[in-house]
């Protein structure tokens, strides 16, 4: 990718730093857990090297949809292993119902599942690794076990107080647009844009943007180019893009709803929300290190 593509900030970057995905669980996902860069540099080399701090954005939810999202307080490795030999590893985790627009923030070390019954928009750090704890006893199509891997799991595990869970959303100012931010911290951003009606804005020279259309359609216009948006597609805008514009149909059925993902200046990102009156307390909540 041409280095002026990327950013300015993102000049050297040698790898694409964020990954953006749709989850679409029709039963529970295998219990599992991420390890930071740190561990991953020393054990997963050859695997990149990389660990994998994530959020998830509710496109929507069934009213029974819930996640295992972190430990209960007070747990160590030995009554982990315990509740792992019993079968009973779920009421060790703090259980979180999921509404439509909900947001979750999934830092690496904090253990987690995903249950049926929503649609999930996850943002992540460009990385695949997995440490599967338990997987409800699901076999493949030869009748063989998933691999586990739970020596590697009980490594990176976060078993203290973790930053993860449930966030709120912080409004943002913007012309022509309902923004706000989602989650920030050091790997990625992710911001939810509303558009009311047809609006004009400019990408940032010192990163590349990442578009994706939760809601909607309508059509993509900047220098030199112009096509459609419709739900579900996922639009890379490079940082040397320019102003852009988005105009909603004329015959929609629903809004258009995007989320933006970016690598952010966090510094700048927090002396925007300063701007925009926010408290400390609540930067804290959703801008993390």
């Avoid at 799991?153 to 706000?180: D, K, Y």
Wanted: proline residues 8%; charged residues 20%; glycine residues 8%.
């Amino acid at each position: 990718m041409p280095a002026d593509w990327r950013g300015a900030r993102l000049a050297s970057c040698a790898d694409f730093p964020i990954l953006v995905k749709f989850i679409f669980p029709k039963e529970k996902l295998s219990i599992q857990v991420h390890p930071d860069d740190a561990y991953a540099r020393a054990h997963e080399p050859a695997a990149g090297g990389r660990g994998k701090t994530e959020m998830w954005h509710a496109v929507s939810a069934e009213p029974d949809a819930k996640v295992l999202l972190g430990l209960k307080p007070g747990l160590n490795k030995e009554k982990f292993l315990s509740a792992l030999a019993s079968g009973t590893l779920e009421d060790l985790f703090v259980p979180h119902g999921v509404h439509t627009e909900d947001t979750f923030f999934v830092p690496a070390g904090t253990p987690h599942t995903i249950g049926p019954g929503m649609v999930l928009c996850e943002v992540q750090e460009y990385s695949d690794l997995t440490y599967r704890v338990y997987d409800y006893g699901r076999v493949d199509a030869e009748g063989r076990p998933r691999e586990l891997h739970i020596e590697k799991a009980l490594e990176v595990m976060n078993f203290g107080a973790t930053t993860g869970g449930m966030i709120s959303r912080l409004s943002l100012p913007a012309p022509g647009l309902n923004r706000s931010l989602l989650a920030a911290c050091r790997y990625f951003a992710t911001e939810r844009w509303e558009l009311p009606y047809p609006c004009v804005t400019a990408g940032d020279p010192s990163h590349f943007d990442l578009i994706v259309v939760l809601s909607g359609s309508g059509m993509l216009e900047g220098p030199g180019f112009s096509a459609p948006y419709r739900r579900g597609e996922c639009w890379y805008f490079p940082a040397n893009l320019g102003k852009f514009s988005l105009a909603p149909t004329a015959e929609w059925n629903e809004p258009t709803t995007l989320i933006r993902a970016y690598v952010p200046d966090l510094v700048a990102l927090q002396e925007e929300l300063r701007r925009a009156k926010h408290a400390e307390t609540a930067l804290r909540c959703a801008v993390f290190d």
